[in-house]
């Protein structure tokens, strides 16, 4: 096998018996891969894959919501108006949220706040520097966290949501 051919694998070795024999185990995964090629049996009933379709359909070209119940259960589906109502519910409770009219400003604040407390506890015992690495928010990802509601179908009718925030992939994670 010369060099020239294998750009995208490890140099070539000096030891011919071990060229000789990678080139027969790619040989042989090639073929493998071509002559067993076939499509995966469905899992779905065709009762379940036809329903699939369906809420597919309603998702993409009605405006619904597929969520999955607050317990784990189940999932419910409904529009997205209602959807984004039970969401403002929370979110306009004025004890829990408020509006930021300036969310860089505020995120370049926190992000100074959490910075200068980090490096005022460096030298505390215990306090490594890749803790103080992963502490330090990456001031290039200014990225807002994700929330989202789950339906409490556990609970009396109508049916409550519990709005969820994560931080995750955020500035604040």
């Known amino acids: ?7 995208k694998t490890a140099p070539v070795s000096r030891n011919h018996a071990l060229e000789l024999f990678i080139d027969n185990v790619r040989n042989d995964t090639k073929n493998f891969k071509q002559k067993f090629r076939h499509k995966a049996p469905d899992n779905l009933t065709p009762e379940c894959r036809k329903a699939l379709k369906e809420l597919k359909m309603l998702y993409e070209k009605e405006n619904i919501i597929i969520r999955p119940f607050d317990k784990g259960v189940g999932f419910c589906l409904m529009t997205l108006e209602d959807y984004i109502n039970r969401t403002m519910v929370h979110l306009s409770d004025a004890t829990k949220y408020k509006i930021i009219e300036d969310p860089t400003s505020f995120a370049n604040s926190l992000i100074m706040k959490i910075t200068e407390w980090t490096e005022n ?4 015992k215990g306090m490594t520097d890749q803790i103080v690495d992963l502490a330090i928010p990456d001031s290039e990802s200014h990225k807002p966290g994700n929330m989202y509601l789950n339906i409490k179908v556990h609970k009396p009718f109508p049916h409550a949501g519990r709005l969820i925030t ?6 604040i994670e």
């Open 1 to 7: 096998m010369s060099a020239a051919k294998n750009t």
């Open 121 to 124: 506890f460096r030298e505390e």
């Open 166 to 171: 994560t931080g995750c992939g955020s500035y």
